[in-house]
């Protein structure tokens, strides 16, 4: 009964709001009533799951043609945007990491090098839980470290855990119910526990801010720029911005779990008195019993840091070699991109063997990928991005967008630190009830449309749009990331929302402030000076534009040039 009333509510609202948008209601046209209606059931299907979210994403190739909002091909072009291509590679790229067992070294190898005192293996367990993060997907990361974590834990507690190939799934969690006898020794144990739990959710959703491969607001805020501002968005020129960002959220992470909510001391785990408690041991001979790399292993090394060069330096090795075509205005444009380089690693994983055939002739062996292990990706999430450009797109052509700009104009002449605080606070809030996807799909169009309206940059404001969804810090539900910490049966949910509750504003803060305090143009090499100071330049290519950081809004519309295609972020 109550699927079937959630099945109707995305319909039955997205009429409504067709009827009270249309030239009877609001005055808006045919065509932007069906998309304001679309997006309202769109949205209504996000929220209450009531189907898939990639099958909700396919709506707009459905209704919008039957409404004479554009043909087929118009509407499915954005299925087909360059970013599905770079994220599509990505996920290729993290299955065969993930089949070769390249980030569970990775994981123990950051262990290893944290040191063996309590604050240190938090530490530790937080940043390796971010650095698998940026690579691969956030949930991912976690269920990864979790076990990991969990036999740090059991070690500490003087127990001996599983190793770190068992897991919440494979016969409990592997965090030991037992705790030492003396309780100071107890309430030792209890928040050294929770501190690494704690630290695994935040960390992998906090490090999937960090590139545009790392969690899929990213690329969604990224495909909206290039779709509604012919901005190109480089791999190099989001990490320049987001990385520095989220160490400073990582090391605010480690702060307020183990010197604040749940304070651990500076001696050693595992009755804090010296000694590694087990915890280190551990890791070390789960480190000895992984071997040297195989040629499997060296091979997807190979591919993957083919990809990060490429991602890097690419556009400069284009330029540098004369791999360029003309752009827009007639500017040399790289031919070497961001999704090229993706797939082109993509395609190495299905042709390399996992090793070389032996002189006896032996038959060559399995690749370092195969298609049956490629089909495991997450290819719903490919189409969930289609879906949300192709309504924003919708919403663009029929002028939503820019109506819906109109709109936010109580908010001109705010300063714009105070439009990040308020947005950020308002996505961060949502993103605990509403997969942060599928929040990040519906509000794009709207942020981008408000951006313009409010004459700022649209980088400056969808950017860390991409950042404010990832603070879903208080609910189990909020995002995969706290579900799998969660479903480990030794963190409370009231754990869960008092350190979410704490740390998410903090996030917020901390990403509105390093936002408005960056510089326009961090990502380009000539730090162009702030929008609206005398003699500032448009943004240089690779450019990602800041919000204004002196006086308020400009009252009248986004400066000339800003958005166009002048710039690649």
């Known amino acids: 009964m109550r699927a079937g009333v959630a099945l109707a509510a995305g319909p039955a609202l997205g009429v409504t709001a067709r009827l009270a948008c249309g030239p009877a209601g609001a005055g808006l046209g045919a065509d932007a009533a069906w998309a304001v209606g679309l997006a309202v059931w769109m949205a209504a299907w996000w929220i209450n799951a009531a189907a898939p979210l990639a099958v909700t994403a396919l709506l707009p190739l459905v209704v919008l043609p039957l409404a004479g909002v554009g043909g087929m091909a118009e509407n499915a072009r954005a299925y087909s945007s360059p970013v599905i291509g770079l994220f599509m590679g990505g996920f290729m790229l993290q299955a065969a990491v993930e089949r070769w067992g390249l980030h569970r070294r990775v994981a123990l190898g950051v262990l290893l090098l944290a040191g063996p005192s309590p604050r240190a293996q938090v530490g530790g367990v937080i940043a390796s839980t971010a650095l698998l993060s940026m690579w691969m997907s ?4 976690a269920a990864l470290m979790m076990p990991i974590g969990a036999s740090i834990v059991a070690a500490a507690r003087g127990r001996a855990g599983p190793g770190p190939g068992a897991g919440p799934g494979a016969g409990g ?3 030991d119910a037992a705790g030492p006898a003396t309780p100071q020794a107890q309430a030792r144990a209890a928040n050294f526990q929770a501190c690494v739990l704690l630290g695994v959710a935040f960390g992998a959703s906090i490090g999937g801010m960090g590139t545009p491969v790392g969690t899929p607001p990213n690329a969604l ?11 190109d968005v480089s791999f190099l020129a989001w990490a320049l911005y987001a990385v520095p960002i989220m160490l400073a959220l990582l090391g605010l992470t480690w702060a307020v779990l183990c010197l604040w909510l749940h304070p651990v001391g500076r001696s050693a785990s595992g009755g804090g008195d010296g000694g590694d408690g087990g915890g280190r041991g551990q890791t070390r001979a789960a480190w000895r019993a992984l071997g040297p790399l195989s040629a499997a292993q060296w091979g997807v ?9 490429g991602w890097l330096a690419g556009p400069a090795l284009a330029h540098a070699v004369g791999l360029t075509s003309p752009g827009p205005g007639g500017a ?26 032996s002189p006896t002739g032996e038959p060559v062996p399995t690749r370092l990928l195969t298609w049956e292990q490629a089909q495991s990706i997450p290819w719903g999430v490919l189409v969930l991005f289609g879906g949300g450009l192709s309504l ?17 104009g109580a908010l001109r002449g705010a300063p714009p630190l105070v439009v990040l605080l308020v947005v950020g606070a308002a996505v961060s ?20 449309a408000g951006a313009v309206g409010l004459g700022m940059e649209p980088a400056a404001l969808l950017a860390p749009l991409a950042l404010f969804a990832s603070t879903c810090f208080v609910l189990p539900s909020g995002t995969p990331p706290n579900a799998v910490v969660f479903s480990s049966g030794h963190l409370r949910i009231s754990q869960l929302a008092r350190a979410g509750g704490v740390l998410a504003p903090l996030a917020v803060a901390v990403i509105a402030l390093m936002t408005w305090l960056m510089p326009p143009g961090v990502a380009s090499r000539a730090w162009p000076a702030p929008l609206g100071a005398p003699g500032a330049a448009p943004n240089a290519p690779g450019a990602l534009p ?16 800003a958005g166009a295609s002048d710039g690649v972020l």
């Open 429 to 448: 809030l949502v993103s605990n009830v509403m997969s942060n996807t599928a929040l990040t799909a519906a509000m794009a169009p709207v942020v981008s």
């Open 173 to 175: 969690s592997g965090v």
């Open 301 to 309: 090394v190979g591919c993957v840091g083919l990809a990060v060069v």
């Open 138 to 141: 956030n949930a991912a990361a």
């Open 332 to 357: 040399p444009r790289p031919r070497i991109t961001d999704e090229g380089v993706a797939l082109t690693a993509a395609v190495l994983l299905f042709v390399i063997p996992a090793r070389w055939p």
């Open 546 to 561: 800041s919000a204004p950081r002196s006086g308020s809004i400009p009252a009248g519309p986004l400066r000339a040039g």
């Open 221 to 231: 805020v990224i495909g909206q720029l290039r779709e509604a501002h012919s901005v």
């Open 392 to 408: 924003a797109d919708a919403m663009d052509r029929t002028g939503v967008t820019a109506a819906l700009g109109e709109q936010l």
